[in-house]
């Protein structure tokens, strides 16, 4: 999953990085940066997934523990991280739509 998050992102940096040099149109920049965020979605539910597997396992370990407060802990940056990038994303939408080429 790491593998695929990493590759993915390195494309879409560098798509969008060179939008202007390749004449790339805001539709063209939308489809592939929906793309992307789908795989970033499907890799954040598939690890939320595994987190949400082991709240059994927390309920039995008891909320005292060191390793449940950690795990809690790690279960929000996730979900904060989650937040930030939808925030990140919709600016990055916005910038893409009003965006104006030299060739449009």
Known sequence: AAVVFLVQQCMTKLVLQSQHGLSLDPKTLLTISILGCLVCFVIFAWVFQKYANMDDWVNRAGKDSSVVQLFIATRR????????????????FFDIIWDSAPWE
Not at 77 to 92: D, K, N, P, S, Y
């Open 77 to 92: 940056v996730l979900l904060l991280t989650f937040g930030l990038a939808t925030g990140v994303v919709m600016v990055q």
